[in-house]
């Protein structure tokens, strides 16, 4: 006990000051003896599992029998089946007294919320219920994992890896050859992209004139970090008379508490920037991208994670005369980022914190 002491006074110095170990680090530790099932420390883990399981908000509620009962049926189903249509769960629910869609929709809240299923009751995917979460996240790996799966590939393929790996864009064809195995995948293919869409993952390009109507799509988190920090902001030709050089406002901070943020936070950002305005600079980074706000001003609007839980804003117009401050275009763009973040935050880590600065 004494040696386990000495090891997790160490661990707790090596952690001591790393950004969020207040938030995220308990300063709770057992040293347990796995070959000792009397072994006191397994009972002070156990007891501390569940107290901090009484502690959770949804410990205590109650929910139908009906839906464990389903549940484990649909469970049982996912050992084959990874995903069914809405029509067949509920077809299995009215072998439980689950005969309705209103009656369905709560159990299927309730299970995503559990993280046992997955399923949005949004009108472009509500059709599909994925039975094994594992499975999905599986799927959108082998699609952007490009190290991994792209060696001994189709030959055919390596240039769509290659434009994956450079520059972070996900060809339709791409997904195609990948998933041409699982029928269940090229099945429920855009339903599933949909969806990779909706938890902000990737998002999809305006089609080109040489797309041959063959979809695109951005995946941020694979893109590569910016090579020259100092200068991130490629100025646009502007020949016309009117416009100079780029006049910016105050840079604008978010940063967050604990100087950490999960670093997909940012990517899942500059998807939902994507959304709204298109890219300024045809090579975004991971750590930085620039969108076209409003071309009648030139107004441009440059994001970048700066590291250690901080992202920066600006927002600059080149046309000459034209002031940012005096104009609802910087408002327009900060409020948008801030309701994206807080949709975010709200999602992904609700227990994530930041507050809004200015140099």
């Given at each position: 006990?004494?040696?386990?002491?000495?090891k997790?006074?160490?661990?707790?110095?090596?952690?001591?000051?790393?950004?969020?170990h207040?938030?995220?680090v308990?300063?709770?530790?057992?040293?347990?003896?796995n070959?000792?099932?009397q072994?006191?420390?397994?009972?002070?883990l156990?007891?501390a599992?569940?107290?901090?399981?009484?502690a959770?908000?949804?410990?205590?509620?109650?929910q139908?029998?009906?839906?464990?009962?389903?549940?484990?049926k649909?469970?049982?189903?996912s050992?084959?089946?990874?995903c069914?249509?809405?029509?067949?769960?509920?077809?299995e629910g009215h072998?439980?007294?689950?005969?309705?869609?209103k009656?369905?929709?709560?159990?299927?809240?309730?299970?995503?919320?559990?993280?046992?299923?997955?399923?949005?009751?949004?009108?472009?995917?509500?059709?599909?219920?994925?039975?094994?979460p594992?499975w999905?996240i599986?799927?959108?790996?082998?699609?952007?994992?490009?190290?991994?799966?792209?060696?001994?590939?189709?030959?055919d393929?390596?240039?769509?890896?290659k434009m994956?790996d450079?520059?972070?864009?996900l060809?339709?064809?791409?997904?195609d050859?990948v998933w041409?195995?699982?029928?269940?995948?090229?099945?429920?293919?855009?339903?599933l992209?949909?969806?990779?869409?909706?938890f902000?993952?990737?998002v999809?390009?305006?089609?080109?004139?040489?797309?041959q109507?063959?979809?695109?799509?951005?995946?941020p988190?694979?893109?590569?970090?910016?090579?020259?920090?100092?200068s991130?902001?490629?100025?646009?030709?502007?020949?016309q008379?009117g416009?100079?050089?780029?006049?910016?406002?105050?840079?604008?901070?978010?940063?967050?508490?604990g100087g950490?943020?999960?670093p997909?936070?940012?990517?899942?950002?500059?998807v939902?920037?994507?959304?709204?305005?298109?890219?300024?600079?045809?090579n975004?980074?991971?750590?930085?991208?620039?969108?076209?706000?409003?071309?009648?001003?030139?107004?441009?609007?440059?994001?970048?994670?700066?590291?250690e839980?901080?992202?920066?804003l600006?927002v600059?117009?080149l046309?000459t005369?034209?002031?940012?401050?005096?104009?609802?275009t910087?408002f327009?763009?900060?409020?948008?980022?801030?309701?994206e973040?807080?949709?975010?935050?709200?999602a992904?880590?609700?227990?994530?914190?930041?507050?809004i600065?200015?140099?």
């Open positions: 006990m004494k040696m386990a002491k000495v997790f006074s160490k661990i707790q110095d090596f952690l001591e000051g790393r950004p969020a207040d938030m995220h308990q300063p709770y530790f057992y040293a347990v003896n070959c000792d099932q072994d006191a420390e397994i009972k002070k156990k007891e599992i569940w107290e901090t399981s009484k959770q908000p949804y410990w205590g509620e109650e139908p029998l009906r839906f464990v009962l389903l549940e484990r649909l469970k049982e189903i050992e084959s089946k990874k069914l249509d809405l029509k067949g769960v509920i077809e072998h439980y007294g689950l005969e309705s869609l009656m369905i929709l709560p159990f299927l809240k309730f299970c995503t919320e559990l993280g046992e299923l997955i399923f949005f009751d949004e009108s472009d995917i509500r059709d599909l219920v994925i039975l094994d594992q999905l599986d799927a959108f790996a082998s699609l952007i994992t490009v190290e991994k799966y792209h060696k001994g590939s189709n030959p393929d390596r240039g769509y890896w994956l450079d520059k972070g864009v060809d339709e064809r791409l997904i050859s041409k195995k699982d029928k269940e995948l090229t099945d429920n293919k855009e339903n992209l949909r969806i990779c869409q909706r902000d993952l990737l999809e390009l305006p089609m080109g004139r040489d797309d109507q063959r979809k695109k799509y951005l995946v988190c694979v893109l590569k970090s910016h090579p020259n920090p100092e991130y902001l490629k100025i646009p030709v502007c020949p008379e416009y100079s050089k780029l006049q910016k406002i105050p840079p604008l901070y978010l940063m967050f508490d950490f943020c999960p997909g936070l940012f990517h899942r950002l500059v939902c920037c994507y959304r709204k305005w298109s890219s300024h600079d045809q975004p980074y991971c750590d930085y991208a620039c969108f076209k706000v409003d071309r009648s001003t030139h107004t441009i609007l440059e994001l970048s994670n700066k590291g839980g901080i992202f920066q600006m600059g117009s046309k005369g034209f002031n940012d401050l005096e104009s609802d910087a327009q763009v900060l409020t948008y980022i801030k309701q973040l807080d949709r975010l935050i709200s992904y880590s609700p227990c994530l914190k930041y507050s600065g200015f140099d």
